[in-house]
């Protein structure tokens, strides 16, 4: 049993004797998802020039964007989340002349309403929020009916169909039923309702069939009180489609009533209709689109029985299969010319052949859009345009005429349209609006104007499998003619960093600080790489040029700082000389400043930078201090000014900083000095510096007004046993710091004012972590802890501070990060009468190189070596860079804790960067972006960096060329390895899966394995084995279809099958040319895409084994064991590492196919797919050979649940997720014997999850929140888990009371109402569980961070107080946590709800940091 590993995780001490489980679910990642979206003039104060807004069902949240203008895509401005699938969205418009229209015009954005899953309908609009924002403010919600008083019985709704004037509004299902509600537009302000319409009068009209369409037909100009909507619905009892004609009227005469008017049966040859489009250029008249046509459909036609529509056919594939129209978008009228609507048929388009209707001739009534038309249109006819999407890829605008007349267009088509486009990826999705038609002339887009045939269309286009995207169509003259696509569409803007959509998200697995998981449909399926931090992009790059100084050394100090008539200028301290470089104000090139280099010939560095309020420049070197004038060096000339000080005899200066007081003013220079005389002690053999000397830190006064005369200043001095590694001052408040590092390791806090001052905190770095309890300065720690002096030497200290806490940051030159947090801040209190202590330390390693830090921001005055804190600003030392080889940003947060999250941009740089410098004339581009100069470690070249301040996620792609399916990383290389489907082709028309080893930092692929025509992957594993000779394998699980014939009979049977292959991924010493396969079964294909030696890696062919059933899961116990699941069975194989073969030692039979393998020890957790999980327990032989391999079933949750992933989170604690979206946790029975496993949590996501893991992307040094379960181990403590439309949740484990607080907050929030901004959106009676249909599986144990995250991101501070007030426990539970987060006892009573409000916001911020993003 000493094979396998044992771990422990935060989730251990959560169970236990008490079995008990708290956590807290967040979603951390959007799936960019676009299920549905509507467009309006939405926010509040929207003026006519200003543009569009949409209002998007993204995931599982409702999102507003601002369409802006031609070219510049769309822009995220608010979003909630909701609690059911969305189904449509549509903006009410309100009647012209109504009150709601003059007040939406002037102080309200237009109405939405929202339809989801669940049966509720909701009106929703945008209000303002804390005077700078927006937000989604429910007004009202109700359930839909459908012939039933009380709504119980839940239809499966499909839509909304809204009326062209906003009169009805009509609730679709799939299935016998449409309701009518009408729409009441009162007037709000003699009423004094919030909102402006009220639903009114509701009708069910029951259809007797499957509703494949419906929509409400455009009104003429007389009959503006009557409403037509017609249905196109199966009639099973006939076998055959009809089209409905419903009338309703506004104002009826008697009781209310939607009238069936006519049934009209579908010509015999008429496929099946897909959609239904209204025509508002056309009243009473609609476009009937079918699998393989369109036609052109009036209702006088329904009522009279006439079947001769017009019809136009739609391209077909190849083959002849239907191109199915997957969405479409109705724009504005066109003029055609006269000889468009007199010439024949477009010769790209094929008529159905039917009879002439005897109703084209009637007088048509003329449509509402007639009365604003212009003469100069006269000579033209009119027509609709219609833009119609194919799941091929194909766009197509449709002109309709009343002539009648369709001409079709074909704007653009996809190479996948011509090969086998069924079986590739759909280029379109389900969602395509309509936003705009440029005028040639203006240049303006206006939405639904008519225009010429040469004006441009702007389309919004989103959808399963696609991110969004803005299309402009271009003006297509010649209607009759196919365009090319590179003529008639351009793609305006991808929306990667707004909409991005990794669905179809079948897997994803964590690699080293980063995520990845499969996306899209082939040929362009990828892999998406996830990185979550601040983003660093590099703006300028400073070439070091040879001709800067003939020393070529490393640079290891650099100033910047900016004089008059020159600008910025650069100093580079280098091992021999000091390099000045300025910025050419002509050319913008960077060159050596020859009047500052002359000055600097000679001297070594420690500090240079100009002094405040003078145009001087002060000069510390090894053994002076001077005072230069800037004036001079202007003009190319060095003028001395003064001398401070001199280095008396026998020692030198090794340090140097300014400090400047923010209350007088005063300025002093810090030198760290050290004598090179005398006798030197002893040191320990480990330091490099082996002869130890006696240093000093030395305060010289700068005085007010520069004399020419030198003389020597009054000085303040300490003196140290050892020599001195670092030197910083720190400004905080009234008072100055001084934070000392000296080669023992020591760390030393002085204050400077009227004399240095020790604070007390002497502290020697060989400390155990996190002792508390104890004054650290009094205790002598072993020195065991430290394994090498001379690696353990400070190499730099920074200081975090806020009004409440302070936080000193250590670095070693080891990469050794130290976080010493202190009993109280140094900035209230005088320095010299309290002293401070350490409370807590924690340890960290960030990297291999030596720890430097930066401020955020750079001083006005370059003479402040560090950051400077105002009383009115302690803000400005909250955050601060760490360098260490990469980059991070370390955030003091009001709670006290310090969160550090790595930056990422240009991995090459980052993984270079000695240290980065603050730019002194950093202009803020974002608010949150700065600029730094950073040095290159290996060219020594330095760069204007600049880093964005708030952390995001940042995702981009890996383009493979095929679907992927699985991807796992390899641990060891860092190489992923993707098992995909190749795409089909007439040729080849089976699937055919292949592997690919890829590398996700540039993309290359560096090897390809192709399987067998018809097989799929199903499982990906990492196997590495290590001993003698280490073997890195990649276990890979199939299933296929094999037929099998009976000579007898002569039927042929088919039956699943699968096969174990077993691959090692090898580095590649040369390039290798594709070999022969290497054995008869299969093509085994092996390609190395590397041409330099070890430089890249290669898949070699091991060992495989066919199975009865298909291999769907796979798992290694150890370096000996495999686990295999395949068919309806669990099997245990051992390895023959001499043979190199796998031998089957166990098998255990199980009732259903196994779906899912975790290991943790000996013991295995199997998915099952309709029983739940179970748990296997595996006894291996012993060593001499006694006995045999036993699996066997120890214990069972038979719990009737498809469950897709497993993990086990502790030793009795197991985790699954069920297809339907349903996370349950079940406990391993305290008590020996028992069979059934305990249910322990469980709720619901409401959308199929597919994967688990353990872990997270986020390069976090610490948990940010103590009211996190952290363990010692805290590697695993995050859980992460992916569903198909390409969401991230994570599961974190929490105490008990801070799930008791936020559970209480929940029920808070749910209680205000509707009426209320704190109660969640899309819930029947309030229920927050995200089932997608009615369940009876268990919700418990868990608490939705989506609810807790709306009261501090979505209510104003009065509505924060308002649901605090409203439940006592609730204010009783957030003052026990502050109590005991402070210390502090009970408070007034008036200050009891402002205090539960901060402590909940701290709560709930806290856990937010501790999810990904």
Not at 335 to 355: A, D
Not at 365 to 380: D, K, Q, W
Request: net charge negative; charged share 20%.
């Amino acid at each position: 049993m000493s094979d396998f590993a044992t771990f422990a995780t935060a989730w251990d001490a959560s169970t236990g004797s008490t079995r008990r489980v708290r956590a807290y679910l967040k979603q951390t990642l959007n799936s960019g998802l676009v299920k549905c979206a509507a467009l309006g003039k939405l926010r509040p104060d929207h003026s006519d020039g200003e543009d569009l807004d949409m209002l998007a069902a993204v995931g599982s949240s409702l999102c507003l964007f601002r369409v802006n203008g031609p070219g510049m895509g769309i822009t995220n401005v608010c979003n909630t989340p909701v609690y059911s699938n969305v189904l449509d969205i549509v903006c009410l418009h309100a009647p012209a002349g109504t009150q709601a229209q003059v007040s939406i015009n002037n102080d309200r954005g237009e109405l939405c309403a929202v339809l989801s899953e669940n049966g509720v309908f909701a009106l929703v609009q945008i209000e303002r929020f804390n005077n700078e924002g927006y937000r989604i403010r429910l007004l009202s919600e109700d359930r839909a009916y459908m012939g039933l008083e009380d709504g119980s019985c839940l239809r499966i709704l499909q839509k909304f169909v809204l009326d062209p004037l906003s009169r009805v509004i009509c609730l679709v299902s799939w299935l016998d039923y449409i309701e009518f509600v009408h729409l009441d537009w009162s007037d709000s302000e003699s009423t004094g309702r919030h909102c402006p319409m009220t639903l009114g009068v509701r009708l069910n009209v029951e259809v007797g069939g499957a509703i494949c369409d419906a929509a409400i037909l455009a009104p003429a100009k007389a009959e503006l009180q009557r409403v037509l909507l017609v249905a196109a619905v199966v009639d099973s009892q006939r076998q055959s489609v009809f089209l409905h004609l419903y009338e309703s009227w506004i104002r009826p005469v008697g009781s209310p009533s939607a009238v069936l008017l006519a049934k009209l049966p579908l010509p015999f040859n008429m496929t099946t209709p897909v959609h239904i489009v209204s025509l508002p250029e056309h009243p009473e008249c609609f476009l009937l689109v079918t699998e393989n046509e369109v036609a052109f459909v009036s209702a006088l036609q329904i009522l009279s029985g006439d079947v001769y529509f017009y019809r136009q056919q739609l391209p077909q594939l190849p083959g002849g299969d239907c191109d199915l129209v997957k969405a479409f978008c109705v724009a504005g009228t066109t003029v055609l010319p006269q000889s468009y609507t007199t010439g024949s048929e477009s010769p790209h388009s094929r008529r159905v052949p039917v009879p002439r209707s005897p109703l084209l001739d009637i007088w048509r009534e003329p449509s509402l859009s007639e009365a604003r038309r212009s003469s100069e249109t006269v000579a033209g006819q009119m027509a609709q345009k219609v833009y119609l999407a194919t799941q091929s890829g194909t766009l197509l605008l449709v002109s309709v005429s009343s002539r009648p007349s369709i001409l079709l267009t074909k704007v653009c088509s996809t190479p996948q349209a011509t090969e086998y486009a069924s079986q590739a990826r759909a280029s379109w999705g389900d969602v395509l609006l309509f936003l705009g038609t440029e005028d040639p002339a203006s240049g303006v887009v206006q939405a639904g104007s008519t225009t010429s045939v040469s004006a441009s269309d702007y389309l919004f286009a989103s959808g399963d499998c696609l991110d969004h995207a803005v299309i402009r169509v271009s003006g297509i003259s010649t209607p009759d003619t196919e365009m090319d696509m590179t003529e008639a569409m351009t793609l305006i803007r991808h929306g990667r960093s707004v909409l991005a959509n990794q669905s179809p998200m079948i897997d994803f697995v964590l690699g080293p600080y980063m995520a990845y998981w499969t996306s899209g449909r082939n040929p362009d399926g990828a892999i998406h790489r996830a990185q979550f931090g601040h983003a660093v992009c590099v703006e300028e790059l400073i070439e070091s040029r040879d001709s800067m100084a003939e020393d070529k050394a490393a640079t290891f100090q650099l100033w910047h700082f900016a004089l008059p008539s020159v600008g910025p200028c650069l100093v580079l301290q280098r091992a021999q000389t000091a390099v000045a470089i300025a910025m050419d104000q002509e050319t913008g090139e960077w060159q050596v400043y020859q009047a500052l280099q002359q000055m600097l010939a000679g001297r070594c560095v420690l500090f240079i930078g100009a002094v405040e309020s003078t145009t001087s420049l002060l000069c510390i070197s090894s053994d002076r201090v001077e005072v230069w004038s800037t004036v001079e060096l202007s003009e190319n000339r060095s003028e001395k000014l003064l001398t401070l000080t001199t280095a008396r005899s026998g020692e030198v200066y090794t340090h140097g900083v300014v400090a400047t007081s923010l209350q007088s003013g005063h300025s002093w220079v810090i030198l760290g000095v050290e004598s090179i005389e005398g006798r030197p002690t002893s040191a320990p053999s480990t330091d490099k510096h082996s002869q130890r000397r006696q240093s000093s830190i030395r305060v010289i006064s700068i005085p007010d007004d520069f004399g020419t005369s030198e003389h020597e200043q009054t000085a303040m001095e300490m003196k140290f046993a050892h020599e001195i590694s670092c030197l910083r001052s720190f400004t905080l408040g009234d008072n100055i710091y001084v934070a000392v590092g000296t080669y023992e390791p020591r760390l030393h806090l002085l204050c400077l004012g009227t004399e240095l001052v020790s604070m007390g905190l002497d502290l020697p770095l060989s400390l155990p972590d996190n002792v508390s309890d104890v004054d650290r300065m009094d205790v002598d720690f072993s020195e065991s802890v430290v394994p090498s002096r001379a690696s353990q030497v400070i190499n730099d200290i920074y200081i975090l501070c806020n009004a409440d806490t302070c936080c000193i940051l250590v670095g070693l030159r080891d990469g050794t990060l130290l976080q010493l947090t202190l009993d109280g801040s140094l900035v209230a209190g005088t320095a010299a009468e309290e002293r401070r202590h350490i409370a807590n330390v924690t340890r960290d390693v960030v990297g291999n190189t030596p720890v430097h830090f930066a401020g955020v921001s750079a001083a006005a005055s370059a003479l402040e070596d560090s950051e400077s804190i105002a009383n009115s600003g302690i803000d400005g030392a909250r955050r601060a860079m760490i360098v260490a080889g990469s980059l991070f940003l370390a955030d003091l947060k009001p709670s006290g804790q310090v969160a550090i999250t790595a930056c990422f941009g240009d991995g090459q740089l980052l993984d270079r960067t000695r240290f980065v410098l603050p730019a002194a004339d950093s202009v803020d581009l974002d608010n949150n972006m700065k600029r730094y100069y950073a040095v290159d470690d290996a060219s020594d070249a330095i760069s204007l960096l600049s880093i964005d301040l708030a952390p995001q996620c940042h995702i981009d792609e890996l383009a493979i060329g095929c679907e992927p399916r699985r991807v796992i990383c390899d641990s060891e290389t860092n190489m992923l390895v993707v098992a995909g489907v190749l795409p089909q082709s007439p040729s080849a028309p089976s699937p055919t899966s292949c592997l690919t080893v890829l590398d996700p930092h540039d993309g290359q692929i560096h090897a390809e394995c192709k399987l067998r025509p018809g097989e799929l992957i199903h499982a990906l594993e990492t196997w590495h084995i290590h001993g003698p000779r280490s073997y890195r394998y990649i276990c890979v699980g199939t299933d296929m279809y094999t037929s099998t014939s009976d000579s007898r009979s002569g039927s042929s049977t088919r039956a699943k099958s699968g096969r174990l292959i077993i691959y090692n991924l090898k580095t590649a010493k040369r390039k290798s040319r594709p070999k022969t396969p290497t054995s008869p079964m299969s093509d085994r294909m092996t390609i190395s895409g590397q041409s330099t030696a070890s430089s890249g890696y290669e898949l070699k062919y091991v060992w495989e084994s066919e199975r009865e059933g298909p291999v769907s899961a796979l798992a290694h116990l150890g370096d000996k064991y495999l686990v295999v699941a395949a068919g309806s069975s669990c099997l245990v194989l051992k390895l023959d590492v001499v043979q190199r073969r796998l031998i089957e030692c166990c098998e255990i039979p199980l009732r259903f196919p196994a779906t899912s393998l975790h290991v943790r020890e000996s013991d295995i957790v199997v998915g099952s797919q309709r029983e739940g999980l179970h748990v296997l327990r595996f006894t291996p032989a012993s060593v001499d050979g006694d006995g045999y391999d036993e699996l066997r079933m120890v214990h069972s949750a038979r719990y009737g649940v498809h469950t897709a992933d497993v993990c086990y989170l502790s030793n009795d604690l197991v985790l699954g997720v069920s297809n339907g979206g349903y996370i349950y946790a079940m406990g391993i029975p305290s008590h020996r014997g028992e069979f059934a496993l305990d249910y322990i949590m469980g709720i619901h996501l409401g959308s199929e999850c597919t994967r688990i893991r353990q872990g997270s992307p986020v390069r976090r040094l610490r948990p940010p929140e103590q009211s996190l379960a952290w363990s010692a181990s805290n590697d695993d403590s995050c859980v992460l888990i992916n569903t198909v439309d390409g969401a991230l949740w994570t599961l974190l484990s929490i105490t008990d009371d801070a799930f008791m607080l936020l559970r209480q907050l929940e029920l808070a929030m749910v209680a205000m109402g509707p009426a209320h901004a704190a109660y969640p959106l899309l819930t029947v009676c309030g229920s927050t569980c995200r089932a997608r249909h009615e369940s009876k599986l268990p919700v418990a144990g868990v608490v939705d961070g989506a609810i807790s995250t709306t009261f501090v991101e979505g209510l104003t501070e009065a509505e924060q107080h308002h649901v605090v007030q409203s439940s006592s426990e609730l204010q009783r539970l957030a003052l026990l946590l502050a109590n005991s987060n402070h210390q502090s006892q009970c408070l007034a009573e008036p200050d009891n709800v402002r205090v539960a409000v901060e402590s909940i916001t701290q709560l709930i911020r806290g856990l937010g940091q501790a999810c990904v993003c």
